[in-house]
């Protein structure tokens, strides 16, 4: 589910249903698609040669009866307040190639391009390539609402709002997750072919052609120490932090600051 490539003519969706915007826009119901996928699990036991197992199952089926529905309560229990929530207070206003794909980050590129030709990215686009970068940069998060509702044909907004302000931008405080989901380019190179043909170099720091995603992931954690240090699930990134040289912690904190300066040309 977390994979990504630029290869294929399916790299936009790969092993994704593409069934969201049917479900979101109640042209298929929740229980049928439980029902169908059930059926096929049930039909691939009499089958060894078309198995389905028991975790690619329950997986898909967790993502409809739970967490979309997990998703669906948060919102109309939190609403209209939750609409107005920035818990990081990041007011920095979305670049513009979030509507153009012109960037020479060959991730957000692939992840724009696609979101603009097709109106669809699978989740760890959205939730590990755009919505992170725009996390770390500190983007307005009412912007990033505002661009998931006009990109994505399934983005209704009692499902879109909880999962980018809340899963993707930690902007209601962890309402939804007990964790900023925050990744350097490290991430992106392990899950993806992305990072091969880049302008940047995902496995530099703070040169010239340092991929942009890890200053500013160290940059974003120390904005934030007073939060997240003493979580449990990013206690052990501050330990590495407290680890480093105190140049190397210049060094990354000054190419941050220098891409978050010149963000539109990145």
């Known amino acids: 589910q977390d994979a990504m490539t630029q290869q294929g003519e399916s790299r936009w969706s790969l092993y994704h249903s593409r069934i969201s915007f049917a479900l979101n826009s109640k042209i298929l119901s929740p229980m049928q698609v439980i029902d169908a996928a059930l059926r096929r699990y049930q039909a691939s036991e009499q089958s060894p040669d078309n198995p389905v197992d028991l975790a690619q199952i329950e997986g898909f089926i967790r993502q409809i009866l739970g967490w979309r529905e997990y998703v669906r309560a948060v919102y109309w229990a939190n609403m209209p307040s ?4 920035n818990a990081l207070d990041a007011q920095r206003d979305l670049p ?3 509507w153009t794909g012109n960037t020479k980050m060959a991730c957000m590129k692939q992840a724009i391009d696609q979101s ?3 109106a669809y990215a699978h989740h760890i686009q959205r939730l590990m390539v755009t919505g992170n970068f725009a996390m770390l940069a500190g983007i307005d998060p009412t912007q990033m609402d505002q661009w998931y509702l006009g990109i994505y044909i399934d ?4 499902v879109e709002m909880p999962n980018t302000r809340g899963m993707s931008q930690f902007a209601d405080g962890g309402l939804i997750a007990t964790k900023p989901y925050a990744a350097s380019g490290s991430y992106i190179n392990k899950m993806s072919d992305y990072c091969k043909d880049c302008h940047y170099k995902v496995k530099e ?3 010239e052609q340092a991929c942009p995603f890890n200053s500013l992931y160290w940059h974003f954690m120390q904005r934030h120490a007073d939060k997240f240090s003493r979580n449990p699930r990013t206690a052990m990134a501050y330990r590495s932090w407290d680890k480093m040289d105190d140049e190397v912690k210049k060094a990354l904190l000054s190419r941050a600051e220098y891409y978050l300066q010149n963000i539109e040309s990145l």
Do not use: G, K, P, Q
């Open 82 to 85: 939750y609409a107005e929530r």
């Open 96 to 98: 513009d190639y979030f």
């Open 116 to 118: 603009l030709n097709y």
């Open 155 to 158: 983005a209704i907004e009692w």
């Open 205 to 207: 720091r703070f040169t």
